[in-house]
């Protein structure tokens, strides 16, 4: 079992930066496979980016590559999302989910979901 709290969302304005943290419960956090989705009102849940355990190898979702980045500290069982150049558009509630292997785009291929944290990027 794994449980996943996000932090660091608030409200920003367009150009700023943002980090976001998902901690994680579990002695094996290191070979997880994590990801980033996030959903907006009226939206379905979105990917946003992945990151493989073992070798990190990393996915971005073509809206966000070049601006968001993800990276994963395995001595904090913790997964960070760092986006930068934030546009309105990024204004979601964003989510951190796991899975032993997969990190790709589909929602339904993750075990464990956060409950997510707010990002509102105002003009």
């Known amino acids: 079992q794994v449980q996943l709290v996000e932090s660091g969302g608030g409200l920003v304005q367009a150009g700023d930066s943002l980090r976001l943290s998902c901690a994680a419960s579990?002695?094996?956090?290191?070979?997880?496979?994590m990801a980033w989705f996030r959903q907006a009102p009226g939206k379905e849940r979105e990917f946003v980016g992945g990151m493989s355990g073992i070798d990190t190898n990393t996915l971005y979702a073509r809206s966000v590559k070049g601006r968001f980045t993800i990276s994963r500290d395995n001595a904090k069982s913790t997964v960070y999302l760092q986006m930068n150049n934030l546009k309105l558009e990024d204004t979601a509630v964003y989510y951190c989910?796991?899975?032993?292997?997969?990190?790709?785009?589909?929602?339904?291929?993750?075990?464990?979901w956060g409950q997510g944290t707010q990002v509102t990027v105002s003009s």
């Open positions: 579990g002695r094996t956090f290191s070979i997880y496979a």
């Open positions: 989910a796991a899975h032993r292997d997969y990190y790709g785009r589909n929602a339904g291929g993750y075990d464990y």
